[in-house]
């Protein structure tokens, strides 16, 4: 299955049939992370899979929105080196589990924290990295759907989309990327004539706390630049920015070509108001 297939069908779930997961698909994921390409290089990465067997009780209070914990058969733990942008990383690489999973029929979702130390002490897993992702993973009881996804030849400019009431609602296509400066709506043609609308129409689909999707793009002559919006935690417009650059990365492998996303700012005025800050952009 493409990237594109699985990020139209995929969506956060939080509640889990009593269901194992085959060893195989755990050792799968493992030699799919070992192997994967990151967001940003040279940061030393590890993952945990565990069984639930009691740990979602002793992670209610300090782990999901309000302490509130989700239960899942599984979790799967990303950790890091800390670095320079590791956060955002841990985000592009824990989205990709998400994914991986997704392709072999299982449902997740991430889970906020603000104490990893705990978290890994809790669940007695000794390393001197540092907790950057947490997903509940398993089988979904629940399945739903997205209507509006007509492919017309290729051109889904005109379309409508939409996704049905089980999935939250994410922003417009054009309310999502600017042409040049900041709040000059990008048009679909523009964005269809730099083969640009199929990677940023998939984006737009990311997860992110609290569903806030923080992120703007501006699209410059050369460079797709993303902006995100102060204000949530440090932490998660991170990992929201990491999983943002992944989605955009694997949609425009498939569509158009690989391109390398250099974090931090980038020279030019795209008049961002202070609410948002550059954080990224890459060379197209
Ligand atoms: C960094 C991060 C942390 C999240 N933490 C939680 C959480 O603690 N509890 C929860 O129910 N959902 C959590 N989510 C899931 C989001 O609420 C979900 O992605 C968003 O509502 C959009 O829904 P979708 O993923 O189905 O598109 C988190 C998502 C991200 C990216």
Redesign the pocket.
């Known amino acids: 299955m493409n990237y594109q297939d699985l990020i139209k069908e995929k969506?956060?779930v939080?509640e889990y049939k009593n269901k194992k997961v085959d060893a195989k698909i755990i050792k799968e994921l493992n030699n799919f992370m070992s192997i994967s390409k990151s967001l940003v290089s040279d940061i030393k990465t590890s993952y945990e899979f565990v069984e639930n067997n009691g740990i979602s009780e002793k992670l209610n209070g300090i782990?999901?929105?309000k302490g509130i914990m989700?239960e899942a058969p599984y979790y799967a733990l990303v950790y890091s080196e800390k670095k320079p942008y590791y956060l955002e990383n841990g985000?592009y690489l824990g989205e990709l589990i998400s994914l991986k999973l997704f392709e072999r029929g299982l449902d997740s979702?991430?889970?906020?924290f603000s104490d990893g130390a705990k978290v890994s002490e809790i669940l007695g897993i000794d390393t001197d990295l540092e907790l950057v992702a947490l997903l509940g993973f398993g089988y979904g009881k629940t399945s739903k759907s997205i209507f509006g996804f007509t492919k017309t030849g290729g051109n889904y400019s005109k379309a409508k989309f939409g996704l049905d009431d089980n999935?939250?609602e994410k922003y417009k296509l054009t309310e999502m990327v600017y042409d040049g400066k900041w709040g000059v709506e990008a048009s679909y043609d523009m964005l269809a004539n730099r083969m640009l609308e199929m990677p940023l129409f998939y984006s737009r689909?990311a997860?992110?706390?609290?569903?806030r999707q923080p992120w703007k793009f501006i699209l410059a002559d050369d460079r797709i630049i993303l902006a995100m919006e102060k204000g949530n935690s440090s932490y998660?417009d991170a990992?929201?920015a990491g999983?943002q650059m992944l989605y955009f990365d694997l949609v425009i492998a498939e569509t158009l070509m690989e391109i390398k996303w250099t974090m931090g700012e980038t020279e030019g005025d795209f008049d961002v108001p202070d609410t948002h800050e550059i954080v990224a952009f890459a060379r197209i």
């Open positions: 969506h956060s939080r782990c999901g929105y989700i985000g979702c991430f889970i906020t999935t939250k689909l997860p992110s706390s609290y569903n998660n990992v929201d999983i």
